[in-house]
Every structure is written in C-alpha cells, then in structure tokens.
C-alpha cells in the first residue's frame, strides 16, 4: 500500500460555472470544472510535491469518470475512490458577480449523490495509519449521518495513530441547516490539531458568546499549535500555541473572475509552507498569494499555485510595492 503525506475525505463534485456574471437565470452557457473542498486542497498539495490521496465515492456516471481522471492527472491516489453504479455524481452551480460583484452564489445538486453515502467501511485502517497527516473538513460531515461517522473513523484513527489533523471549519450553512448542527456536529473535530483553518463567521457559530479572540483563546488551550482565520478581502490572522500573532493584509488582484475554491488554494499553500518548514509568517504571506490567485479563474484548481510561481509572486507584489513607496 502507498505511503502518502496527506489524506483526506470528501466529495469531488462537477462544477458548472456559469460563463456569464448575473442571475443564473439569464445563463445559458456554463463551463465544467472538477471540484469539492478536500479533494481541491489535496491537488493544491500535489502541485507543491506532496504526495496526497482522497477517500471518496463518485457516480457510476461520466462525471464520475471524470473526477478519477482529474484527480490521477492531478497526482492525488485514487485507490480509495468506490464508484457506485446506483447513486450519481453531485454537481453544483455557480453564479458569479450577483447580486454581489465579486461574489458568487452556490447552488448544490448533491442530495442522494454517490459521496453522501459515504460510510465508515470506507475508512481503511491499513490505508489511514500509513499517512502523515490527515485533513479534514466541515462540509464533509454534513453531507449525512453515514459520512459523519466516516469523518469520525478518520479522526479518531489519526489520533490512535499520532497523525498530525488539519481541519477547516469550512461551515455551509446549505447542508447543515441550522447553526446548532453545526455547531454540536463540529466540536468533536477541534480537538488536538495541528493547524485548524476558520473564518469569523463560523467562530462565531462554533462560539456563539465570544469574540474572536476569545475563541481563538479557547481553541488554543485545546493544544492546537496553529490557528489561521481567513478574512478574506481583509486578509488573514495567524495564531500559535507559542503566542505568537501574525496579520497578513489580502492581495489584491486587479479583477476577480470566480472567488469560489480560494480558501482551499490558501490552505494547501499554508500547509504544504509549515511542512517545509518556512515559518508561519511565509506560510501566510504565499497563502494570501494563493488565494488571490485562486479567484483570477472560474474553476477552484486551476489557478493553484507551485513554489515556482509563489516565489514569482511574492517577488513581484514586492517589487510593486517599493515602486509605489
Ligand atoms: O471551497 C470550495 C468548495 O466549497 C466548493 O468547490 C464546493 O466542495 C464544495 C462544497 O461542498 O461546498
């Protein structure tokens, strides 16, 4: 069995992102991308020379065929890939730029997809113990109570086995309905991890009475070593075990074409920069980079980023910057 740095669990889904900006509606072209949370922060994990694998399930459809083909082109292990004949592939739509510019709106197809079935026999024990570390998210375990408890499996067997966790909020509201779910179907996943990935919005549903810093404060205490809030046009906030805090302004592109799949490009770029041992304060920096550049293109992998094209960045913005000082 392979030897992989990192795994995860989730659902790949077809994304069919409208050509057009405004009300879907009016759309009558719509372009195909490959897409789910996990399984983009796996490939942006790829493209930075880790190896990585996805455990998932996909329709017995086209769709399905290809998200194992993208994924392989990718360099992501599919060998914990099920293709079941009697459920589909999930797709989703988006609709960018309305009713806010810059903004897009997603809309799921996935009840009942092949991934919602998901389950703990899906968890291999063999496959789990060999990684390095395992990510995981939030939109995972609202997909249904059976891929709940496959997410479940997966973190307690990462914490038997001393893995490193990295978990993303990642809430939608879509799927869990209420913030009450999600807030008693999420604490069990925030405790011991390595990095842990949120966003104001969901502190404030995960810790409804504190602010912020209290709840990084808390979290903190869990024994967690590193805490990033996204902030998206405002930026992003480190925060580590040894109390160090870092704020990180946004790069700003001069034009968005699709926001959606940023956050997983800032992930896998932080992640992939705190394995390398660059620092948290790098590993910010070329995460606020990879975001910006995630949403230059409809599609969230599209735009990924490699070292290469990082440290281009990160010379260019600087490079600007002293032209405008
Ligand atoms: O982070 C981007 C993802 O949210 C998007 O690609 C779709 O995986 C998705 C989801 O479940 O919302």
């Given amino acids: 069995m392979v030897m992989l740095d990192f795994i995860s669990i989730g659902e790949v889904m077809i994304q069919l992102n409208s050509l057009t900006p405004g009300p879907l509606r009016y759309a009558r072209?719509?372009?195909?991308?490959?897409?789910?949370?996990e399984a983009n922060v796996m490939i942006g994990l790829s493209k930075l020379g880790y190896k990585t694998g996805l455990i998932t399930r996909v329709g017995g459809d086209e769709f399905g065929e290809l998200?194992?083909?993208?994924?392989?082109?990718?360099?992501?292990?599919?060998?914990?890939?099920k293709v079941m004949e009697d459920a589909?592939?999930?797709?989703?739509?988006?609709?960018?730029?309305?009713p806010i510019p810059g903004k897009s709106t997603v809309f799921y197809?996935?009840?009942?997809?092949?991934?919602?079935?998901?389950?703990?026999?899906?968890?291999?024990?063999?496959?789990?113990?060999?990684?390095?570390?395992?990510?995981?998210?939030?939109?995972?375990?609202?997909?249904?109570?059976?891929?709940?408890?496959?997410?479940?499996k997966l973190y307690n067997l990462a914490r038997e086995y001393k893995l490193d966790i990295i978990f993303d909020t990642n809430i939608r509201m879509k799927l869990w309905k209420t913030p009450e779910n999600a807030r008693s179907g999420l604490k069990l996943f925030l405790e011991g991890l390595k990095?842990?990935?949120?966003?104001?919005?969901?502190?404030?549903?995960?810790?409804?009475?504190n602010t912020m810093e209290e709840a990084v404060k808390e979290l903190l205490g869990t024994g967690i070593d590193y805490i990033v809030v996204k902030m998206g046009e405002e930026g992003s906030k480190a925060f580590t075990a040894d109390?160090?805090?870092?704020?990180?302004?946004?790069?700003?592109?001069?034009?968005?074409?699709?926001?959606?799949?940023?956050?997983?490009?800032?992930?896998?770029?932080?992640?992939?920069?705190?394995y390398r041992g660059l620092g948290v304060e790098k590993a910010l920096r070329y995460a606020n980079?990879?975001?910006?550049?995630?949403?230059?293109?409809?599609?969230?992998?599209?735009?990924?980023?490699?070292?290469?094209?990082?440290?281009?960045?990160?010379?260019?913005?600087r490079e600007k910057m002293e032209f405008l000082r």
């Avoid at 990879?290 to 913005?317: C, N, S």
Wanted: glycine content about 6%; proline content about 3%.
């Fill in 67 to 81: 998200i194992i083909r993208t994924l392989r082109g990718e360099d992501v292990d599919v060998s914990q890939v």
């Fill in 29 to 37: 072209y719509f372009e195909v991308h490959v897409a789910g949370a």
């Fill in 88 to 98: 589909p592939t999930g797709i989703y739509f988006i609709q960018r730029h309305y």
């Fill in 109 to 152: 197809y996935r009840h009942g997809s092949a991934a919602s079935h998901l389950n703990e026999e899906d968890v291999n024990e063999e496959y789990v113990k060999r990684a390095r570390a395992v990510f995981l998210t939030g939109i995972t375990p609202a997909l249904s109570k059976s891929a709940y408890n496959a997410c479940k």
């Fill in 243 to 274: 109390g160090v805090e870092i704020y990180e302004k946004a790069v700003t592109m001069p034009f968005v074409e699709d926001v959606i799949g940023a956050g997983d490009a800032f992930d896998a770029v932080f992640i992939a920069s705190i």
């Fill in 289 to 317: 980079i990879a975001g910006a550049l995630a949403v230059t293109v409809r599609g969230d992998i599209e735009a990924q980023p490699t070292w290469r094209v990082l440290e281009l960045m990160d010379k260019y913005l």
């Fill in 195 to 209: 990095i842990l990935f949120t966003n104001k919005e969901d502190l404030k549903i995960l810790f409804p009475e």
